[in-house]
């Protein structure tokens, strides 16, 4: 290829244009291929430097070196004249503005009867008890012959308990949170401090005063020298850390199979005395059947309802309340906030 200064003149001047219309990286990377490129006209001539002879080949070597040198510097400022717009127009179009009000969304919570019972856990750890757990599929056994409720005892006719089938399998929906005391029981030696809280099922209809699936929170100790006293005592001190300093509680004589001597526990609370659960002493039965040396070891237990609990601290009057879950009656119980 014969070299014309006038031609890479004229190469020079087009790229220079080019760089300069250029208004965007894509077009800039297209001018790169057209003039800086193996195969731009400038490149190309300087390719063809190696026909010259010597002095042609210095003269034209220095003009085409210039020239592509120009169009280089050309290319570097328009990229950098480039980078600084987009560094301008990003600055802008992604703009935070801090002042703006972030959307709220409500931060999910407890329900109020999982906040009563973290509470009571905390104050019966406070005292020493363990916290026992049981399933809620429990064996007739343990649900009821364990503890001293024969087969025609009332609370195991399908009125009350929830059988499952195959009926021979003989299993129910735990009842009370009572057979968790014979599971600890059967495998702890005493002496014996534990509370077991947890979900029962009676076959009740849903109203304002009874729902199906509820909870108790069980008491059970076991231990030397074990009286009535320490029973009334942990009652007081447990009422007081629900309801305040300024309850009363009182025992009302009653029966269960599994306590003898047994009472029913009642608070005096906001000037009336109300029944909260039932409380007794360990009835031997229970102690023997579960391998507890009754000569040495004696034991109470007491159980509440959670739900009658919440009711009674707090004045709900509709049980629906607790059950349905409408999240404008947990808020009110400081959902979010525990
Ligand atoms: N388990 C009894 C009930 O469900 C409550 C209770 C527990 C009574 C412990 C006495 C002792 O009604």
Known sequence: MALD???????LKSALSEIANTKNFDSLKQVKIDHLGDKSPLARANQSLGSLDAKDRSDFGKFIGDARSQVNEAFRKKTEELESERDVQVLQT????????????????????TI????????????????????????????????????????RSM??????????????????TSPVQIRTMLTQKPPIYVIC???????????????????????????ENITMADLKGTL????????????????????????????EVDIFFNGRWIEWGGCGMV???????????????????????????LMVKHGITDMHDIVEGDVRFSQSFGVGKK
């Open 5 to 11: 200064k006038n031609q890479i003149e004229l190469d």
């Open 94 to 113: 992604e703009r935070v503005d801090v002042t703006l009000a972030k959307p709220r969304t409500l931060e999910g919570g407890l329900h109020p009867l």
């Open 116 to 155: 009563l019972t973290n509470e009571i856990s905390d104050l019966f750890i406070g005292l020493g008890y363990n916290v026992a757990e049981g399933p809620e599929l429990e064996s007739e056994w343990l649900n009821f012959d364990a503890l001293n409720i024969p087969a025609d005892h009332p609370a």
């Open 159 to 176: 009125q009350d308990t929830f059988f499952i089938e195959p009926l021979e399998a003989k299993l129910v929906l735990r009842t009370h």
């Open 197 to 223: 809280p947890g979900k029962t099922y009676r076959a009740d209809e849903l109203d304002a005063t009874h729902t199906p699936v509820f909870h108790q929170v069980e008491g059970l100790v076991v231990d």
């Open 236 to 263: 007081d001190y447990f009422a007081k850390s629900i309801f305040g300093n300024d309850v009363k509680t009182r025992l009302r004589p009653s029966f269960f199979p599994f306590t003898e001597p047994s009472a």
């Open 283 to 309: 009835n031997e039965k229970v102690l023997i059947a579960c391998g507890v040396d009754v000569k040495k070891f004696s034991g109470f237990a007491f159980g509440m309802g959670l739900e009658r609990t």
